[in-house]
Every structure is written in C-alpha cells, then in structure tokens.
C-alpha cells in the first residue's frame, strides 16, 4: 500500500501525547491551554519562566484522549545541561511510552540568534531521529495580518530550513482566539499524517539515550582534539627556545 493510501485511510487517533518545547516566552503554556480548551497551564507574558517545572494535562479533544507536556525553560542558553538532562527525562517519563510529536514553539516575528540557539539546543537534546516526531507551532498568528505563513518564511533562512528538516512540518496559531477551535482540528490533523508517516510509533526513550551518548562522545571527542592541539602548541613553544 501507498502512503498515501495510508494517510487517506488514517484511523483517528485515540489516545495522542504532545511535548511542547522551546524558549521561554514564546507562548508554550499558552499554546498547551488552546489545544486542552482549559486554562490547564499557567501563562502569562514575561521574560523568565512562568512554569518551573514539567507539567502534564489530559483531556478530550476532537473525540481523542489528548496528553500536553508543557517544559519550563529547559532550552533556554542559560540553563546548565545537567538540569536540561534532569527536566528531560522527567518530561520523557510523563510522556511514557514516548511522544508522538515534539510540537517547537516559534514566536512569530524576528527569528533571534538566542531562538536560534534553541533550537540547536533543542536538536542536539533529542538527536537526528527526533525531525522524524518534530512540529514547528508559531504562535501569535495575528502577526502575520495579510501575509501567509510562508511568505514570512521565505524572508527567513535558516528558520525555513528548520521547518523543512522538521517531518511534521509546522502549524500556526493565534493563541488570543482561543475560541477558534478549528486551528486546533487542523494542527490534530496534521499530527494524526505525521503518525501515520511514522507507522504509528512514537520518540522513545532509547532514542533519547543514543542521543545522550552521541553528546558525550562530542564531549569527549573535542576534549581530545583541544589536547592535542595543547600539546602541538607546547612542542612548538619548545623548539623555539
């Protein structure tokens, strides 16, 4: 069979787990509460972190059972990796068995070098294999007033190119209108195809381990490299004198 024959006979979902992630202050929490139709998460405007720590909320949505993680600021620069590690696996643990899709939070707007730092942050967490469970959502639609989401796309890179490494593509609401509830049908939709894609499965925690490891041997990798060139550097120092 086709896959487009799967996703034309796509069985709805019944039972859907969704990690939200990225930097604070890009609507998250906001984006958590538009999809449960609940004000389950704390939310406001701020610059720091209104959740400090990870959150789980279920609820009926469109007729599926509906799980919605909401991160603290894991993937800010700030944050040391020894808590990113910590908060993740607890993250990875409410999602039990795994995440079918990590929805990455964007603002809509100027696409920072700090945002881009996330993101980075965000890929090198998760490793390769987590593009194939990925979702761009951007938040404050509102913002694009009469262009489409991908005229503002073509005026930005490196956000594009993320968007295309991204399987699930990418969705975009407008969190002030949380009385719209077709942008939520529609982003279920579209998660609903980005299972089907993945045979059902979902982002499982000896994905996650594999991408730890890979870290650590970069860790060590470029702490071999740095004392190599350590010792060239005295070798050379030496022969000068």
Same mark, same amino acid.
């Given at each position: %069979?086709?896959?487009?024959?799967?996703?034309? /006979?796509?069985?709805?979902?019944?039972?859907?787990?969704?990690v939200l992630v990225g930097k604070t202050g890009v609507g998250k929490s906001a984006a958590g509460n538009t999809i449960q139709g609940e004000e389950e998460f704390e939310s406001e405007?701020?610059?720091?972190?209104?959740?400090?720590?990870?959150?789980?909320?279920?609820?009926?949505?469109?007729?599926?059972?509906?799980?919605?993680?909401?991160?603290?600021?894991?993937?800010?620069?700030?944050?040391?990796?020894?808590?990113?590690?910590?908060?993740?696996? %607890?993250?990875?643990?409410?999602?039990?068995?795994?995440?079918?899709?990590?929805?990455?939070?964007?603002?809509?707007?100027?696409?920072?070098?700090?945002?881009?730092?996330?993101?980075?942050?965000?890929?090198?967490?998760? /490793?390769?294999?987590?593009?194939?469970?990925? %979702?761009?959502?951007?938040?404050?639609?509102?913002?694009?007033?009469?262009?489409?989401?991908?005229?503002?796309?073509?005026?930005?890179?490196?956000?594009?190119?993320?968007?295309?490494?991204?399987? /699930?593509?990418?969705?975009?609401?407008?969190?002030?209108?949380?009385?719209?509830?077709?942008?939520?049908?529609?982003?279920?939709?579209?998660?609903?195809?980005?299972?089907?894609?993945?045979? /059902?499965?979902?982002?499982?925690?000896? %994905?996650?381990?594999?991408?730890?490891?890979?870290?650590?041997?970069?860790?060590?990798?470029?702490?071999?490299?740095?004392?190599?060139?350590?010792?060239?550097k005295e070798e050379e120092l030496k022969k000068t004198f």
């Amino acid at each position: %069979m086709f896959l487009s024959d799967r996703i034309k /006979g796509l069985e709805k979902l019944k039972d859907l787990r969704i990690v939200l992630v990225g930097k604070t202050g890009v609507g998250k929490s906001a984006a958590g509460n538009t999809i449960q139709g609940e004000e389950e998460f704390e939310s406001e405007l701020s610059p720091s972190s209104v959740t400090s720590q990870c959150e789980k909320a279920r609820g009926e949505v469109d007729g599926t059972e509906v799980a919605v993680i909401d991160t603290p600021g894991v993937f800010d620069t700030k944050v040391s990796r020894d808590d990113v590690i910590k908060k993740i696996k %607890m993250c990875i643990s409410l999602s039990s068995p795994g995440p079918h899709v990590f929805l990455v939070v964007i603002q809509l707007g100027r696409f920072t070098e700090e945002e881009q730092n996330t993101v980075k942050i965000i890929q090198e967490t998760f /490793g390769a294999e987590s593009a194939k469970y990925t %979702m761009v959502l951007f938040t404050h639609g509102d913002k694009l007033k009469k262009k489409t989401i991908e005229e503002f796309l073509s005026g930005i890179e490196r956000l594009a190119e993320f968007t295309k490494q991204c399987r /699930g593509g990418y969705h975009v609401f407008d969190n002030e209108d949380k009385q719209n509830r077709s942008q939520v049908s529609e982003l279920l939709k579209k998660i609903d195809k980005l299972v089907t894609i993945n045979g /059902g499965g979902c982002y499982t925690n000896e %994905m996650y381990e594999l991408a730890e490891k890979a870290i650590e041997e970069k860790k060590r990798r470029i702490l071999k490299e740095n004392e190599k060139a350590r010792l060239k550097k005295e070798e050379e120092l030496k022969k000068t004198f």
